[in-house]
């Protein structure tokens, strides 16, 4: 994979996925951030069913820590683990309200000194709350960057560096939603749709399906 390689595939996938943003619903990052927190081992349209009734009733630090665990948890019992999550959110909300002005802080180590956020969830809002050039990797992005060879690495933080090492620098900042789209919905894990992807004869995968 070279340099030139990987600037086509970028290009390719701008024109296949010409508004790359993320699926999941919100209209603030403080929402943005409690959607990802819940996003963690859970899908995007299960989180937004939660949220989409949790928004309007809750949608500030204070106004969710008012709920309560109790009260929130009503709201995102349906998402995997969300006794966790629902307490991390609450200790969330507080950390806001004490220490940030009730503000979401556009900051990796504020962030991720929030219970509930870890280095992909911060660089999750980084990215799409606040245009950093960042790279959450998640299942898809892994799994493409590895199967393409775009930027293979043997863990996340690996294939995150290589990424920021390799991706053109035009395309850091839409390269994230770029890769997980291709991936949720091309590039998928059991059986890719090779037949149907716009970068086939770029990728190196050498397990193509038709």
């Known amino acids: 994979m070279n340099k030139q390689k990987r600037l086509e595939i970028f290009e390719r996938l701008s024109a296949a996925i010409p508004d790359p943003e993320t699926e999941l619903n919100y209209s603030?990052?403080?929402e943005l951030l409690i959607a990802v927190i819940l996003s963690a081992q859970?899908?995007?349209?299960?989180?937004?069913?939660?949220?989409?009734?949790?928004?309007?009733v809750a949608n500030t630090p204070e106004a969710?820590?008012?709920?309560?665990?109790?009260?929130?948890?009503?709201?995102?019992?349906?998402?995997?683990?969300?006794n966790t999550k629902g307490a991390n959110i609450i200790k969330t909300c507080?950390?806001?309200?004490?220490?940030?002005n009730s503000?979401?802080?556009?900051d990796r180590a504020a962030l991720e000194a929030l219970?509930?956020?870890?280095?992909?969830t911060a660089n999750v809002v980084l990215n799409t709350a606040f245009g950093h050039p960042t790279m959450a990797v998640d299942t898809h992005i892994f799994r493409v960057s590895n199967r393409t060879k775009l930027a293979p690495g043997k863990n996340v933080l690996e294939v995150e560096k290589n990424l920021l090492k390799f991706i053109p620098k035009q395309y850091?900042?839409?390269?994230?939603?770029l890769l997980i789209l291709h991936g949720r919905y091309t590039c998928?894990?059991?059986?890719?749709?090779?037949?149907?992807?716009?970068?086939?004869?770029?990728?190196?995968?050498?397990?193509?399906?038709?």
């Open 28 to 30: 603030s990052t403080f």
């Open 115 to 120: 219970p509930g956020v870890g280095r992909k």
């Open 172 to 177: 850091l900042i839409p390269a994230h939603h």
């Open 42 to 56: 859970a899908t995007d349209k299960g989180v937004n069913i939660a949220t989409d009734k949790l928004f309007p």
């Open 94 to 100: 507080k950390m806001l309200i004490d220490l940030h």
């Open 103 to 106: 503000e979401v802080p556009e």
């Open 188 to 210: 998928m894990a059991r059986k890719p749709r090779c037949g149907a992807c716009c970068i086939y004869d770029l990728c190196e995968f050498k397990d193509k399906t038709e």
């Open 64 to 82: 969710i820590y008012a709920l309560g665990e109790d009260g929130l948890k009503t709201y995102i019992k349906t998402i995997g683990l969300f």
